[in-house]
Nanobody
Framework: QVQLMESGGGLVQAGGSLRLSCAAS????????MGWYRQGSGKQRDLVAE???????NYAVSVKGRFTISRDNAKSTVYLEMNSLKPEDTSVYYC?????????WGQGTQVTVSS
């Protein structure tokens, strides 16, 4: 079993920055791809960014050039550096991690960008 704990959300003005962290615990030594999804109010959950254990990354078009995903395999932690934030980035951000055929999710952290 793997547990994921997000931190770093909050309220920021448009143009500002936030850094999200997600630490995996439990049987996390074999965790593979990790990443972030987000879900706005009344919207579906969409991929923001993901990173493999080898460091390959994939970004949603809407965040490319503004967000950077990274990970520390020794700490089983994934980060999302968010710059040039826009009001439309306001969402609950969920961390996930894949292990074999299973996907584990965090509880989510709210990011609110004011205009």
């Amino acid at each position: 079993q793997v547990q994921l704990m997000e931190s770093g959300g909050g309220l920021v003005q448009a143009g500002g920055s936030l850094r999200l962290s997600c630490a995996a615990s439990g049987s996390s030594s074999s965790i593979g791809t990790m990443g972030w999804y987000r879900q706005g109010s009344g919207k579906q959950r969409d991929l923001v960014a993901e990173i493999t254990s080898g460091g390959s990354t994939n970004y949603a078009v809407s965040v490319k050039g503004r967000f950077t995903i990274s990970r520390d395999n020794a700490k089983s932690t994934v980060y999302l550096e968010m710059n040039s934030l826009k009001p439309e980035d306001t969402s609950v951000y969920y961390c996930y991690g894949s292990m074999g055929w299973r996907t584990y999710w965090g509880q989510g952290t709210q990011v609110t960008v004011s205009s």
